[in-house]
C-alpha cells in the first residue's frame, strides 16, 4: 500500500512539473506575441515575387539561439515583413522548396495542385512558394522565371506569391561544420517559421506543406468540410496527412506563436515534434486527422542530399465505397491478424475505409461476417486489393455461406456453410444465380470468406456489399 501511494505522490509530482513547464511557456509565447505586437511595423508588401538580393553569410562566426527580445526587435536583420492584403483569402498553402541534388518534384508537384483546384476555389486560395536555398543564386532565378512563366495569371489574381528570406534571416542558425543532417533540420525549423510569420495576415487559415507530395481531387473541398464539421470551433491544428508536417492547418491566428517556437526549438529538435508539443500546449484534444488523408508524400529523395525518405500515408488510400450494398447490422471476426489503424469492421462498413491484414493469410484463416438476424439475400461482392498495394488481395478464397453459427464469441464458427463463389483475381461477385439453386428461400445467419491455401501477400479487403431483397 506504501509503495502505491510512493508512486501516487510521484506521478502527481510529476504531472505538477508538467503543468509549471507549460504555464511557463504559454505565458512566455504570450509575452512574446504582445511584445511583437507592439513593436513590429505591418510591413506592406505589394509585389507578388519579391526575391530579396543575395548576401553571403559569415559561416565563422560564433551563433547562439535567438532570443525572445532580438525577435521581436524590428532592427534585427531577422526581422519578418507581413503583407497585409486588401481582403484575407480562406487558405494559405505554404510550400518550401529548395534545390535537390537526386530528384526534383517541386514543379510537378505545384501543377497537381493548381490542375485539382477550381477557379472558384482559387479565389479563395494564395499559394506561398517559399525558395528556400539560401545560397542557390542561380537555382532560384531559373525556378522563380519557370513559375512567372508558366502561371503568370495566378500571380497577377493573388494566387500565387514566390518568396525568400535574407541569408541575414538565418544569422543566429546554429553552424554545425561538418553535420549536415543537424543543419538540414534546423533550417528547416527557421525556413517553416519564416513562411508563417511572412502569411499570417492573408487569409483565415493556413496549410503547410512540403514540395514532393500529390492531392487528391476536391481536397479543397474536403477540407473546408471537415473545418466546418468541428464541433468546436476552438481548435488549434487539423490534420490530412498523418506525415510529418505534411497537411497541417491551423488558424492564422496562431502562427505568429507556432513560428516562434519553432525558432525557440530549433537546435534541439524537428518540426515534427515541436508542432505536437504546441498543439498540446494550446490545448487542441486529441489528434484531429481526416480519414482517408488528401495528400500523399511521394518524393524518394530527401531534400537532405543522400538521404532516402520512402515515407507513405496509409490512411490516404481510403476510398469511398463503389457498391454500396444494404450490408444489414452484424458483427465481424476473422482469424486474420489485425490492427488498430485498419479494423475488420472497415470492409463492411459504409464509411470510407478498408481492412488490411496485420500479416499473410494462412489455410483456412477466415473473415465472418455474423449478421445479428438471420438474411435473405440476392446478392453479394466482395472487392479486395487497394490502388497502393493492388497485389494485397485473397488469391484463392471461396465465399461460403453460414446457415448457422456457432461457438466462441472471440471467432464463431460458420456452420452448415453452402459454397458459394470462387474469388477470381481478388474480386468475388455472388449473383442471385449462384444463390438461389442453393439456398432457395433458406435465410442465412452468415457470410464467409475462407482461404484455400496459404499466401504470402497480406490482405487488403476493400468492401463487402451485401444485398437483399426489396
Not at 553571403?56 to 532592427?75: A, I
Not at 515534427?272 to 486529441?286: I, K, S, W
Amino acid at each position: 500500500m506504501r509503495s502505491l501511494d510512493r508512486r501516487g505522490l510521484k506521478f502527481a509530482h510529476i504531472i505538477g512539473v508538467v503543468a509549471v513547464l507549460t504555464i511557463i511557456l504559454q505565458a512566455t509565447l504570450m509575452f512574446k506575441h504582445q511584445c511583437c505586437f507592439w513593436r513590429r511595423d505591418r510591413t506592406v508588401v505589394d509585389q507578388r515575387i519579391q526575391l530579396i538580393p543575395y548576401e553571403k553569410p559569415n559561416d565563422n562566426k560564433e551563433t547562439t539561439t535567438p532570443s525572445l527580445s532580438s525577435l521581436c526587435s524590428r532592427e534585427n536583420p531577422m526581422y519578418v515583413p507581413r503583407r497585409i492584403p486588401s481582403h484575407k483569402r480562406y487558405l494559405t498553402i505554404g510550400i518550401p522548396t529548395v534545390k535537390r541534388r537526386d530528384g526534383e518534384y517541386f514543379m510537378d508537384m505545384l501543377s497537381s495542385m493548381f490542375n485539382k483546384t477550381s477557379e472558384d476555389e482559387l479565389q479563395k486560395v494564395v499559394f506561398v512558394i517559399f525558395l528556400a536555398d539560401i545560397e542557390n543564386i542561380e537555382w532560384k532565378a531559373e525556378t522563380e522565371a519557370k513559375i512567372r512563366h508558366k502561371y503568370s495569371t495566378h500571380i497577377n489574381s493573388g494566387s500565387l506569391e514566390v518568396i525568400q528570406a535574407s541569408p541575414s534571416f538565418y544569422m543566429n542558425m546554429t553552424n554545425y561544420g561538418n553535420n549536415s543532417y543537424m543543419k538540414w533540420r534546423t533550417k528547416q525549423n527557421y525556413d517553416y517559421a519564416y513562411m508563417m510569420k511572412y502569411s499570417q495576415d492573408l487569409s483565415e487559415y493556413y496549410m503547410q506543406m512540403e514540395d514532393d507530395v500529390i492531392a487528391s481531387d476536391g481536397y479543397f473541398d474536403a477540407i473546408n468540410k471537415f473545418i466546418a464539421d468541428q464541433p468546436n470551433l476552438e481548435w488549434v491544428c487539423l490534420e490530412f496527412s498523418e506525415l510529418g508536417f505534411i497537411g497541417k492547418v491551423y488558424h492564422s491566428k496562431y502562427l505568429e506563436n507556432l513560428a516562434d517556437m519553432l525558432l525557440m526549438f530549433s537546435d534541439t529538435q524537428p518540426v515534427d515534434y515541436t508542432y505536437v508539443y504546441f498543439n498540446m500546449l494550446m490545448n487542441n484534444g486529441p489528434r484531429k486527422i481526416r480519414k482517408p488523408t488528401l495528400f500523399q508524400h511521394m518524393g524518394y529523395h530527401s531534400s537532405l542530399s543522400e538521404k532516402v525518405q520512402p515515407l507513405r500515408d496509409k490512411f490516404f488510400d481510403f476510398p469511398a465505397k463503389e457498391y454500396k450494398g444494404d450490408n444489414p447490422t452484424a458483427h465481424i471476426y476473422t482469424s486474420l491478424k489485425v490492427s488498430d489503424n485498419f479494423p475488420p469492421s472497415l470492409a463492411y462498413s459504409h464509411e470510407n475505409g478498408h481492412f488490411w491484414s496485420d500479416g499473410a493469410a494462412k489455410k483456412d484463416d477466415v473473415y465472418l461476417v455474423v449478421f445479428d438476424a438471420p438474411q435473405s439475400i440476392s446478392r453479394v461482392v466482395i472487392d479486395t486489393g487497394s490502388k497502393e498495394h493492388p497485389g494485397d488481395i485473397v488469391n484463392h478464397g471461396i465465399v461460403e455461406a453460414c446457415v448457422s453459427v456457432s461457438g466462441s464469441h472471440d471467432l464463431p464458427v460458420c456452420d452448415n456453410n453452402v459454397f458459394l463463389k470462387d474469388f477470381e483475381n481478388g474480386k468475388a461477385v455472388v449473383n442471385s444465380s449462384d444463390i438461389s439453386p442453393k439456398l432457395g428461400v433458406i435465410k442465412v445467419k452468415g457470410l464467409q470468406i475462407r482461404f484455400k491455401e496459404s499466401q504470402n501477400e497480406w490482405v487488403v479487403i476493400k468492401e463487402i456489399a451485401v444485398f437483399v431483397p426489396k
